[in-house]
């Protein structure tokens, strides 16, 4: 099995910055897409961003050029830096992973960590 731990989140002042991170652990044979996740209070859950593991990004409109994906593969962990956020990007974050455990190196499983507060607040 493999576990996502999350950390980093918090309180922070519009227009500030917090950096997430998500440590892939367990059996692991390879780590493909990681990602983060978000949901509001009676929202679905939506894509944030997401980096495969050459190194590819991609992100949702609403925080591109603000929000930078990142990862780390000797690790297995990825970050997101936060920056200038807003009031409306407060949220549980999620991350999100597709691994290939050791026992099973050929098929791709899909993990989700804990979830992590950010609240934007003044």
């Known amino acids: 099995q493999a576990q996502l731990v999350e950390s980093g989140g918090g309180l922070v002042q519009p227009g500030g910055s917090l950096r997430l991170s998500c440590a892939a652990s367990?059996?692991?044979?390879?780590?493909?897409?990681m990602g983060w996740f978000r949901q509001r209070p009676g929202d679905q859950r939506e894509l944030v961003a997401v980096i495969s593991d050459n190194g590819s990004t991609k992100y949702a409109d609403s925080v591109k050029g603000r929000f930078t994906i990142s990862r780390d593969n000797a690790k297995n962990t990825v970050y997101l830096q936060m920056n200038s956020l807003k009031p409306e990007d407060t949220a549980l974050y999620y991350c999100?992973?597709?691994?290939?455990?050791?026992?099973?190196?050929?098929?791709?499983?899909?993990?989700w960590g804990q979830g992590t507060q950010v609240t934007v607040s003044s």
């Open positions: 999100n992973a597709f691994i290939k455990l050791t026992g099973t190196p050929r098929y791709l499983r899909e993990y």
């Open positions: 367990g059996s692991i044979f390879r780590v493909d897409n």
